[in-house]
């Protein structure tokens, strides 16, 4: 071994100390399980720290998720939020009506969907493995909440447990695509009048990478998923970036109510991690011009995604949920849009201050995909790119999806479910409130600074009802993102 490291050119380290420099390697190797096991503290742990993931643990298996000696976090610092509560509070969820729903579909929807607070965000079969998503639907079903298929089309998988499906379109249109890969009208309305596709959801970006398009590593890409996706196997699959279906806002506009005709009236939506923002307004000003509304709009943080991204996509690419998600909701305020269009929050939603934050910012419901993933056994190994993931959720290697088992993760995913569902309405009771929609961004407090404490409604001050129709009533800031050309009525 000696002579192999004093003689070989490629490692300098061997080279120069042979034998000994092999365990630098194998330090490196180890090195997330060593910050992950020894080092990071409860609160440091990145993506998801350790006490959010502990909590998930805990409610998916039906433990006791109470903490004690108080929060460790540290309430002084700039950045810590707090839901005000009320002197009045409500006695316990019961006193709101446990397990709300939320009503999908507007003016042209004909098979409206009830849908959950909280659903499965979108994780495709490929980056997941197929028990994975056996898990998550039978827990879905179980639970009476909708699984998301992301946009790698709807596996057989999707389909043995009868959980409800939200339809994601993606760019490259799997399972719905013609050999030149655009858009396959008749393979769609073959899947999207499945009984179980309650909703349609055509994905323009996702918080992992906007702009880039999905990626499924050559070596996730077996033959059955290959089949399921339309394309070749073994072959790293890119999604193209950007939609062939339509180029412009109006065309977006007639590709929704298409689809929306097709699915025989089903909700159709679009999910998108927001970059420009002159481009929401067009499609604000699209919705206007044609009378075509989507059923719903998800928003996707920068801070979201579950597989694989490229590192400068991940950490520097897209607005953050929170700012994406007030955008959102006041520019369709300020169209005179937004009664007519439900709002979903995706981008790190764990628990039910995290539910209670995004509803207030201007939600009416939420994703969350890493939560679902650590609920049916995801331990944030961060191999979800390498298909060696150790606990069987984002690998292709039979060898170790075997030991992820179907009739004991289920269970997990719906308890989760429901725990993170009583966790946000035991919130919106303490805060004396009647319902989840009588939140609002005042609700929510922030420090700011070491002396300085904002609400949320200070911090991100509300649009005034149909404020963007006139030119006289459009506050400053928004201004500067009308075309000159366009006609202010």
């Not at 890409?221 to 806002?249: K, L, M, W, Y």
């Not at 989760?416 to 919106?428: C, K, W």
Request: charged fraction near 25%; aromatic fraction near 8%; proline fraction near 5%.
């Amino acid at each position: 071994m000696g002579l192999l490291d004093i003689t070989q050119k490629k490692h300098t380290i061997r080279r120069n100390f042979p034998v000994l420099g092999r365990f630098r390697y194998l330090l490196e190797s180890i090195r997330p399980e060593i910050m992950q096991y020894f080092v990071e503290t409860d609160t440091e742990g990145r993506p998801i720290n350790r006490i959010l993931r502990s909590l998930v643990y805990r409610r998916a298996k039906g433990e006791n998720d109470t903490e004690p000696f108080g929060t460790q976090l540290n309430i002084y610092h700039s950045g810590y939020e707090w839901l005000e509560h009320s002197m009045y509070a409500k006695q316990n969820p019961q006193e709101i009506g446990e397990f709300p729903r939320l009503l999908i579909g507007g003016k042209d929807c004909k098979q409206p969907y009830s849908s959950s607070l909280i659903n499965i965000s979108a994780m495709s079969f490929g980056s997941l493995s197929n028990n994975a998503v056996e898990a998550l639907n039978k827990g879905a079903k179980m639970g009476n909440f909708a699984h998301n298929t992301g946009e790698g089309a709807i596996s057989d998988y999707h389909l043995k447990h009868g959980g409800d499906l939200i339809w994601q379109i993606g760019t490259g249109y799997f399972g719905r695509r013609k050999d030149d890969g655009t858009f396959n009208e008749v393979t769609f309305r073959e899947n999207a009048l499945k009984p179980e596709v309650k909703m349609i959801e055509i994905k323009l970006s996702q918080g992992a990478k906007p702009g880039h398009g999905g990626i499924l590593p050559a070596i996730k890409n077996t033959e059955e998923i290959a089949r399921i996706r339309h394309v070749q196997p073994g072959v790293a699959v890119h999604s193209p970036p950007s939609h062939s279906a339509f180029s412009n806002p109006i065309q977006f506009m007639h590709f929704i109510k298409n689809l929306r005709e097709l699915s025989d009236g089903k909700p159709v939506g679009f999910k998108l991690c927001l970059g420009r923002k002159q481009e929401f307004m067009d499609f604000c000003e699209a919705m206007l011009a044609t009378g075509i509304l989507p059923d719903f709009i998800t928003v996707d943080g920068g801070e979201g995604g579950t597989g694989a991204a490229p590192v400068e996509f991940s950490n520097s690419m897209g607005m953050p949920l929170r700012e994406g998600l007030v955008f959102v909701h006041d520019t369709l305020v300020g169209f005179g849009l937004r009664k007519n269009i439900k709002v979903i929050a995706a981008g790190k939603i764990i628990t039910g201050f995290h539910m209670a934050r995004a509803i207030a910012l201007g939600a009416d419901g939420c994703n969350s995909a890493r939560a679902m993933m650590l609920s049916i056994g995801c331990i944030q190994a961060l191999q979800c790119n390498s298909n060696t993931c150790p606990v069987g959720v984002a690998t292709q290697n039979k060898s170790l999806v075997k030991g992820l088992v179907v009739d004991d993760k289920a269970p997990r995913a719906r308890r989760y479910h429901d725990a993170t569902i009583t966790s946000f309405l035991e919130l919106v009771s303490a805060a004396g409130l009647n319902g989840p929609e009588e939140l609002d961004r005042s609700y929510i407090s922030k420090r700011v600074g070491a002396f300085d404490i904002k609400t949320y409604d200070e911090i991100y001050p509300y649009m005034k009802e149909g404020a963007l129709l006139n030119y006289e009533t459009t506050p400053e800031d928004y201004k500067k993102f009308f075309r000159l050309t366009r006609i202010m009525r």
